[in-house]
Nanobody, 123 residues
Framework: EVQFVESGGGLVQAGGSLRLSCEAS????????IGWIRQAPGKEPEGVSC????????YYADSVKGRFTISSDSAKNTVYLQMNNLKPEDTAVYYC????????????????WGQGAQVTVSS
């Protein structure tokens, strides 16, 4: 069974930073694309970022390029999302997600999702 333990969400002022962590279990870590999907109230889910062994190795939505950085530690089965210069429009529940077959460009369609971490950015 694929499981995720997400942490690092919280409340921050605009311009601040947060780092999300996602520890995955039940998968062969290097065989999966792993990323983050966010959903704000009343909006559709948005694929935010992803990391995989394909080329290109990372994906970022245009809305977060230059502010967010994704990384992974395969020894810890953990993916991180460093979020800098946060804006109120980044407020959402952030879900860790993984897929064995899809590449990062399709992160929003990944099969396996975590329970989510709330990120709230105040203005």
């Amino acid at each position: 069974e694929v499981q995720f333990v997400e942490s690092g969400g919280g409340l921050v002022q605009a311009g601040g930073s947060l780092r999300l962590s996602c520890e995955a279990s039940g998968i062969t870590f290097d065989d999966y694309a792993i990323g983050w999907i966010r959903q704000a109230p009343g909006k559709e889910p948005e694929g935010v970022s992803c990391i995989n062994s394909s080329d290109p190795p990372t994906y970022y939505a245009d809305s977060v390029k230059g502010r967010f950085t994704i990384s992974s530690d395969s020894a810890k089965n953990t993916v991180y999302l460093q979020m800098n210069n946060l804006k109120p429009e980044d407020t959402a529940v952030y879900y860790c997600a993984a897929d064995e077959d899809l590449i990062c460009a399709h992160v929003r369609d990944f099969d396996h999702w975590g329970q989510g971490a709330q990120v709230t950015v105040s203005s």
